[in-house]
C-alpha cells in the first residue's frame, strides 16, 4: 500500500475534454511536501501533469493551489498535515479557485492576479523634484508597511477570496495590500489621490466582505484584509473621502450610532449609511432615497413577519451607562494620533521588550 | 453552569427570536445566565476599520463587566461576529501589558478593569454546547430526536476564520462543531459549498449585488442538496439568509424558498420546546414545513 494518495484535477483546455479526477499513489516520507508529491507522481506515472514551481521554499510564490479545498503553497504544506485534512485518505489538489486553469493545476495569473496588481499603480510616485541623491527614509516609517511588503505575489489570497467569487471585478486581496503598501510609504506624494480612486471604485476597498479567507491562507502573514481595512481607515479617518459605494457613510453611521446608543440602532443604521452618516440627508438625498426604495422590501418582509416592530425601528433605548461610552469616545477621538497594536510587527508577545508600538501617524 | 451573558445587538434588535430562544434553551442545558445589560456593541468589524483602540476599549469594557460576574465561567455569545470581533480584541489586549494598561486607563471612572487571564473564555453558545455542555449531555436530554430533518450548517465567517485567532489549534473540529450538533439532536447534517462561505451582509450597504449573490448562491447551494432548513450562530447570516431571501432570489435568478433557523431555536426543538415559543413564526422564510416535520416527528 503506498503511502500517499494524491488525487489531482487535470484539465488540458487544448485536448477539448472536459476535466476529470486522476489519483496517484506515491510513497514518501510524512515530512515531504504536496509538491514533493505532485512531482513525484510526474516524475513515476504521467509527465504531463502541469504544476508550477520554483524555489521549493515557499518564497517565490509558484505553486500555490487548492488542497482538500484550502488554498495554500503545495512546497509549504506537508504531505502528512495535508492527510489529517483529507476526507477518505485521499489528498485532494485541485487549482486555485477565481483563476482561468492553463493547465492542471496552472492558472493564469496575468488574467486576474498580475491585472489587478497593474490596476492599483503598484510602484512609487513622489512629489516634487527628485533629491539630488537617494531619497531618505527614516527606518521607523517603514514599518508600517513590512507587513504589506511581505506579500510573495503567490495569489493565494486572490484564490480563496469570497468576493471575487460573485463578483470577478473586485480588485482584491492581493492588489489591495499592494495598495496600501505604497499608501502607507512616506516617500509616495499621490496617497489622497490613490485612496479617492480605490474608495470611489465600485470594485475597491468597500468590495471587501470582511470575510478572513485572505487573512487565512496567506502563506507570510500579510493579513490582506487588515491591509484594505487599513485603507479604509486612511480614506475616512485621514481624508474624509465621501466615496459613492457608502463606505464612508457605513462608518460613520455605526461609530455615530454607538456613540449615542451603546447598542446599534439597526434601523437607523442603513438610511445613515445612504446619507453619508446623516439621517436628514438620507431622506433629501436623490441617490439615498432610490437606495432606500431598493431597500423597502426586505423592510416591510420584516415588519410583515413580525421580526421588526415599528416600535423597535423608531425608538432605541440607550445603554444606561451610556455617559461612560461617550467619554471613551472622547478620550480616544481627540488624540491627534490612532493609537494602534499591529502584532505582525510588535510579535506575539505585544514587543514587550522593546517597548514597541505601532502608532497610526496621522490625525483623527 | 453560571455564565456571563452577551448577547449582542442583533439578537435583541431585528433578531428577537434569537435572544428569546435562547432564553428558554438556557435552562434546559442547565446554564444560569447573567445578562450584561450595561454592555456595549462589539463593533462587528466596522469600529475596528474606524479605530482600533476605540473597538479594543469598548470590548475591555464589556470584558471586564462579565468578568465581574461572580462565579460565571467565562463570557457566552450567541452571535458569530460578536465571537470573531471581541476574540480579535483580545488577542491584542492579551498581547500587550502595555496596551491593556493604556485601554485600562479608559475604563478607570468606571471602575473597571479587564484581567489577562487564560483561564477566562469567551465562547459562542455553539462552542460553549460542544466544549462545556458536552454532546453527552445535550443526547440525553433530547426528548424531540429531529430524525429525517436535513439540516444544512452555515457557521459565518467570523467564528470560522482566522482559525490561529479562534482557537482552533487547542479545538480543531470546531469548524465541525455544527454538524456534530446536528447529529446529536437526532437530524442529519448536509454538506454543501457555502457552509464556511460568507453571507454578504458586511456588504448590504456597500455592494448589495456582491452581497445578495453571496447569499443567493448559498440557499441555492443548500436548496439543491436537498436540506430542508438551515441553521446558523449568526443573527447577521441569518438577516441576509432569512430576511433577504426574496431580494436574494433575484440576484440569483432563481426561487429560493428555504427556512433559515438560529441554533438555540434547533436544539431548543429538539429539548421539547414549542417552534411557536422559539420565535419560529417571526421568520420571512416561513418555517411550515419544518414544523410539520416536527410536528410529525412528535406524533410518530
Keep these: 500500500m503506498a503511502d500517499y494518495t494524491l488525487k489531482i484535477r487535470r484539465f488540458d483546455p487544448e485536448s477539448g475534454e472536459p476535466a476529470y479526477w486522476q489519483s496517484f499513489d506515491v510513497d514518501l516520507a510524512p515530512e515531504r511536501s504536496v509538491l514533493d508529491g505532485v512531482l513525484r507522481a510526474r516524475d513515476d506515472e504521467d509527465g504531463s501533469i502541469g504544476i508550477r514551481c520554483s524555489c521549493q521554499a515557499a518564497i517565490c510564490g509558484s505553486c500555490a493551489v487548492r488542497i482538500n479545498g ?80 511581505a506579500c510573495i505575489q503567490c495569489g493565494a489570497c486572490v484564490g480563496a477570496c469570497l468576493s471575487l467569487e460573485v463578483d470577478p471585478e473586485f480588485i482584491g486581496p492581493a492588489a489591495l495590500a499592494k495598495a496600501y503598501r505604497f499608501v502607507g510609504d512616506p516617500r509616495d506624494g ?7 480612486d480605490l474608495a470611489e471604485d465600485p ?13 487565512e491562507v496567506c502563506p507570510k502573514d500579510v493579513a490582506p484584509m487588515d491591509q484594505i481595512m487599513r485603507l479604509r481607515r486612511r480614506a475616512t479617518g485621514d481624508f474624509g473621502i465621501r466615496d459613492q459605494n457608502n463606505g464612508y457613510g457605513h462608518e460613520k453611521a455605526f461609530v455615530d450610532l454607538i456613540e449615542k446608543y451603546g447598542t446599534l440602532h439597526e434601523a437607523q443604521l442603513l438610511p445613515r449609511s445612504f446619507g453619508q452618516g446623516s439621517l436628514v440627508r438620507s431622506q433629501l438625498d436623490p441617490n439615498s432615497v432610490k437606495q432606500l426604495v431598493t431597500a423597502l422590501p426586505a423592510a416591510v418582509n420584516g415588519l410583515k413577519s413580525g421580526k421588526v416592530s415599528p416600535v423597535k425601528a ?5 445603554l444606561p451607562d451610556q455617559d461612560q461610552v461617550r467619554r471613551i469616545y472622547k478620550e480616544i477621538e481627540s488624540k491627534d494620533e490612532r493609537l494602534e497594536l499591529n502584532l505582525y510587527i510588535v510579535g506575539e508577545s505585544g514587543g514587550e521588550e522593546e517597548g514597541a508600538m505601532a502608532e497610526g501617524s496621522q490625525e483623527s | ?28 442545558l442547565d446554564i444560569e445566565m447573567v445578562e450584561l445589560d450595561r454592555a456595549n456593541c462589539c463593533g462587528a468589524g466596522v469600529i475596528a476599520e474606524h479605530n482600533q483602540e476605540l473597538v479594543d476599549t469598548l470590548n475591555a469594557r464589556t470584558f471586564a463587566m462579565a468578568q465581574g460576574v461572580e462565579g460565571a465561567a467565562g463570557m457566552m455569545n450567541i452571535c458569530s461576529t460578536c465571537q470573531g470581533a471581541q476574540t480579535e480584541c483580545r488577542e491584542r489586549l492579551d498581547a500587550s501589558t502595555d496596551y491593556r ?44 430526536p429531529l430524525e429525517g430533518l436535513r439540516i444544512a450548517p452555515f457557521y459565518g465567517c467570523y467564528i470560522v476564520r482566522p482559525t490561529r485567532r479562534l482557537g482552533y489549534a487547542d479545538h480543531p473540529e470546531r469548524d465541525r462543531y455544527m454538524e456534530m450538533v446536528i447529529e446529536a439532536i437526532g ?108 410536528a410529525a416527528l412528535a406524533a410518530a
Design chain 1, 70 to 149: 484550502k488554498t495554500a503553497l503545495a512546497c509549504n504544506t506537508k504531505l502528512s498535515d495535508a492527510r489529517a485534512g483529507a476526507k477518505a485518505g485521499e489528498i485532494v489538489v485541485e487549482p486555485m479557485g477565481n483563476f482561468p486553469v492553463l493547465k492542471d493545476l496552472i492558472v493564469d495569473m496575468d488574467a486576474v492576479h498580475w491585472k489587478k496588481v497593474q490596476r492599483v499603480v503598484p510602484w512609487l510616485l513622489p512629489e516634487g523634484d527628485p533629491p539630488e541623491r537617494e531619497y531618505i527614509v527614516p527606518p521607523e516609517s517603514m514599518i508600517d508597511i513590512t507587513q504589506s511588503m
Design chain 1, 203 to 215: 470594485h475597491g476597498i468597500y468590495d471587501c466582505t470582511h470575510c478572513f479567507a485572505c487573512v
Design chain 2, 1 to 28: 453552569m453560571k455564565v456571563a451573558y452577551w448577547p449582542g445587538c442583533v439578537s435583541r434588535g431585528f433578531t428577537p427570536e434569537l435572544h428569546g430562544s435562547m432564553a428558554l434553551v438556557a435552562p434546559k
Design chain 1, 314 to 318: 423608531l425608538w432605541h433605548h440607550k
Design chain 1, 190 to 196: 499621490q496617497t489622497e489621490s490613490r485612496l479617492q
Design chain 2, 101 to 144: 494598561s493604556g485601554v485600562n486607563e479608559h475604563l478607570k471612572p468606571e471602575g473597571l478593569s479587564y484581567e489577562s487571564n487564560g483561564d477566562w473564555w469567551n465562547k459562542n453558545f455553539l462552542w460553549l454546547l460542544v466544549e462545556e455542555i458536552g454532546l453527552d449531555t445535550l443526547r440525553e436530554r433530547v426528548v424531540r
Design chain 2, 187 to 294: 437530524a442529519n447534517p448536509v454538506d454543501y459549498a457555502g457552509k464556511h462561505k460568507c453571507c454578504g451582509f458586511p456588504l448590504i450597504t456597500m455592494n448589495r449585488t456582491t452581497s445578495l449573490r453571496q447569499a443567493g448562491r448559498h440557499l441555492a447551494d443548500a436548496i439543491d442538496a436537498d436540506a430542508d432548513c438551515l441553521v446558523t450562530p449568526c443573527p447577521l447570516c441569518h438577516l441576509n439568509l432569512d430576511l433577504q431571501q426574496p431580494d436574494a432570489a433575484k440576484y440569483v435568478e432563481r426561487d429560493l424558498d428555504i427556512p433559515v433557523l438560529h441554533l438555540p431555536q434547533m436544539v431548543g426543538l429538539a429539548l421539547g420546546l414549542e417552534p411557536k415559543e422559539l420565535g419560529m413564526n417571526k421568520h420571512v422564510v416561513k418555517t411550515g414545513d419544518v414544523q410539520r416535520k416536527v
